[in-house]
């Protein structure tokens, strides 16, 4: 009896010392051998996350680390497994002590003694085998040594300084070993960017190199924006540097005044400071990081070269903090700072992931981003130029599996400083996943979209509240908001889809089965789209959207509504509509006529009850069928100047059904991040309309029955071809012309007479005159593709 009684008292001691150790402490100055006491933390989160994985009370009590203030240089990444899972009821939690900051870090600091080098170049000794792919003095980030040189008033210009002659062998000669420099250079069309590492020179000194997979619209790089990076003869600008490992050392020219021998000199070595690994079958659960700033990653534009399906983007599956096979992993009030790559990666299954309160900034590709898996998709196509069977594809409608996110939200967070190496970044990138929320965010200073969602795959997502502007900055052709819908239906013929679709009036819905909704934000685009649904984005509602400058695009793609919209100094962009799309465009308060581009006859309809500012803008959309019901007037905004544009009592906009929403709710709300987050200019209103003077072909050259027309504005868009490029549209203005005859057709768009660029009617005209009786090359685009055909005399 007396040895049971010991025994229940020890065993209740043991559980009750068990019981109440559900804290543990964490401190720069700790020891792993302490007990992680509050009086006797440990050093290292690792050590903190052994003992909570063999402590009993994990998955019964809630856990939790509390992290001191300080730096913490992670010796390798943090893995958190299943075996680290709380539960519902007791979760756990890593966070932020008290008010303090704990900063992990994926790089290193160095000790390094300094000595002139020339031309205000200083050099140090590094360690053996040390490599370096960034360098942070004093926290902030350097410059590898570049040519041109980086120019911080180029906000908008490509790398903020570029060159044609960037890699020319006349520019090569000046260096005598760029192995392992970098050329980093705009698509074509501006439709993001190209990366290479320079593998050396030839026998005639051309510039050797590998790469340019980064984008998945493979057109080649533009002549004119290029830049290139770490190479030694390049260093003459303040705050660059270049690292030979060969000869372990260190060059940077340091800003003028600042001492680097009390400077902190920090490199990067890590690309994930911490990952989730569970899967579908064995998720991570129930894990909480809160309070974080996580810094120094490396950058990983090489190896972001996983197409997407049928998108422009091709993606690195990884980033400062990576989820992948989760249920229930928060992320909160943290700070993602300068990191090389992306922020956060939510990859292939994860469930109730949460990002909440944190702030990204200057990130060198995408904010947040929620991608699964392809496998999952029915049908799944990768390349733009792909083509299927339309009458043989699989009519299952969703995914094959659950390995994709789902049911996950970014909520009162702070994004801007997007794509700071990368040209096809997002602030939120949304692919192949279901029902994620964006919410209460603050999205700005983005290289190309605030928030872009790939394609249907699978829909019912929610943007509301957000603040997103100054986006497309160095890019083009894209919007704010920027949606594919290149989804299993999908062909780049339209006649196809059509047809298809005809048959099967749900088939664009087989793969966006949930209704995305954009609602109650604010948006601002000065080089493309304010929101921007392109190629047959389906399934979409839009309404209480305040929109400052590019208006509403809608390309191709069935099942989208707008309306209880205010779209500022602009209006709605109807591009290539299908038959019976089932688009309805009404009760919006627009300042510009429709602009349709190649539309399908009776689109019109689907435009009505909607207030024009101008009488001449409403009387164009007769013209096309539209808005028999609509009216002009001034909408009477309460204060434009200020950014509130409700409309007072006995404005117009409440005959067609209008309806006030907040102009207060827009963007972070978190208010040590909406202390410092920007908002949008606003624009001064559009005092005159912006209707053109003269019908599409009127007064324009005809050719074998065709209306020769140059391209305008945002008609490059229409046919998929940048500014550059240009070119001279068909247009059919007489039954049976006899371009159709010999293999044209409407909407093709000449580039090329007899190897000869063109992009004038007088250009083509011109060229063709010259050939006399001779055959005559046409080089042309249809479906956004260029090809070649001969024209006998």
Known sequence: MKIKWIMSAILGMTLSSFAVTTDYYVSPDGNDANPGTLDQPLKTIMAAQALVRQSPVRGRDAVTVH????????PETIVFTPADSGAETAPVTYTAYQDETPVLSGGSELDLEWKPYRDGIMQARTPDGLEIDQLFINNSRQRMARYPNYNPEMKTAAYQGFAADAFSKERAARWEDPAGGYIHAMHRARWGGYHYRITGKDAEGNVTYEGGWQNNRQMGMHKDFRMVENIFE?????????????ARTLYTMPPKGQDLSGARIEVVRLRHLIEFQGTAAEPVRHITLKGFTYIHTARTFMDTKEPLLRSDWTVYRGGAVLLTGTEDISILDGMFDQVGGNAVFVNKYNRRALIRGCHIRDAGASGVLFVGDPDAVRDPLFEYA?????????????????????????????????????????GVQISMSRRITVRDTSIYDCARAGINISEGTWGGHLIERCDVFDTVLETGDHGSFNSWGRDRFWSRSRKDTEAVVRDNPQLPFLDAMETTVIRNSRWRCDHGWDIDLDDGSSNYEIYNNLMLAGGLKFREGYGRTAYNNILINNGFHPHVWYEDSRNRFTQNIVMAPHAPIRNAEGWGAASDFNLFAFEADLKKSWTFGADPRSVFDDPLFVDPAAGDFRVKPGSPAFEIGFKNFP?????????????????????????????EAAEMAAGQPVWLGMALRALQGEEFSAFGVSKDDGGVQLIQIKNRPAAVRKGLQAGDLIQQVNGRKVTTPQEVLAAIEQAGSDPVQIGFVRNQQFTEMTLQP
């Open 67 to 74: 992290v001191r203030g300080g730096m913490y240089y992670l």
């Open 234 to 246: 390049e260093l003459d600008a303040p705050g660059e540097w270049f690292h030979d490992a060969d």
């Open 386 to 426: 792909e083509t299927q069977d339309l009458t043989q594809i699989d009519l299952i409608p969703g995914p094959k599996t659950e390995n994709y996110p789902a049911d996950s939200a970014v909520e009162n967070c702070l994004i801007h400083g997007i794509g700071r190496v990368e040209r096809q970044p997002a």
């Open 663 to 691: 102009m207060d709710q827009f963007g972070v709300k978190k208010p040590a991040l909406k202390a410092i987050a920007r908002t949008p200019v606003i624009p001064d209103l559009r005092r005159m309309s912006t209707v």
